[in-house]
T-cell receptor
Framework: AQSVTQPDIHITVSEGASLELRCNYS??????LFWYVQSPGQGLQLLLK??????LVQGIKGFEAEFKRSQSSFNLRKPSVHWSDAAEYFC??????????FGTGTKLQVIP | EADIYQTPRYLVIGTGKKITLECSQT?????MYWYQQDPGMELHLIHY???????EKGDLSSESTVSRIRTEHFPLTLESARPSHTSQYLC?????????????FGSGTRLTVV
């Protein structure tokens, strides 16, 4: 069965600092991988997705993620965090027409 | 600008009441989904639809039901609400290519049953 692990429940970074959110997945074939962001009281918004090609994927809001098959990871990164990036981030895995499985999320707090 | 709309945003209702959570999308997406979200937990798929007159139960057992009479509309109904139904309900849709393109989510309905 497919699964997603986000080991960090909560992360705090200073504004302007770099950010890396971890995601590990379990999937029997080539996965489709996603990162979503959820602001308080809102639904989820797609940040970026990977399903083939270049393993470094660029997304919206200055985010990027790198697919590492050998480590079953798809970590999200941003070189310089802004206060508006404070939100909850969800990693997800799926494949073709398989249903998507979401992780439990990482809450990001940004301090001035 | 939201292309998928959920109403109401917040709902407080008494035990035993029947409720319907509305979800509509304007993108012409064939596939629609309902997720249940609790704090600190992963999103759980409770219902999905791959087109008109097609509905399936998801991974998480739910006492709710859904219908898909029109492409754009995917309401979720609880016949008799209980406190255990208190949660956030998220509706999503996806277009051609299924899950490859990612989902578009609504803003959610936060349900409290007292």
């Amino acid at each position: 069965a497919q699964s997603v692990t986000q080991p960090d429940i909560h992360i705090t970074v200073s504004e302007g600092a770099s950010l890396e959110l971890r995601c590990n997945y379990s999937y029997g074939a080539t996965p489709y991988l996603f990162w979503y962001v959820q602001s308080p009281g809102q639904g989820l918004q797609l940040l970026l997705k990977y399903f083939s090609g270049d393993t470094l994927v660029q997304g919206i809001k200055g985010f990027e993620a790198e697919f590492k098959r050998s480590q079953s990871s798809f970590n999200l990164r941003k070189p310089s965090v802004h206060w508006s990036d404070a939100a909850e981030y969800f990693c997800a895995v799926g494949g073709g027409y398989q249903k998507v499985t979401f992780g439990t999320g990482t809450k990001l707090q940004v301090i001035p | 600008e939201a292309d998928i709309y959920q109403t109401p945003r917040y709902l407080v209702i008494g035990t035993g009441k029947k409720i319907t959570l509305e979800c509509s999308q304007t993108m012409g997406h064939d596939k629609m989904y309902w997720y249940q979200q609790d704090p600190g937990m992963e999103l759980h798929l409770i219902h999905y639809s791959y087109g008109v007159n097609s509905t399936e139960k998801g991974d998480l057992s739910s006492e709710s039901t859904v219908s898909r009479i029109r492409t754009e509309h995917f309401p979720l109904t609880l016949e008799s609400a209980r406190p255990s139904h208190t949660s956030q309900y998220l509706c999503a849709s996806s277009g051609l290519g299924g899950q490859v393109g990612g989902y578009t989510f609504g803003s959610g309905t936060r349900l409290t049953v007292v």
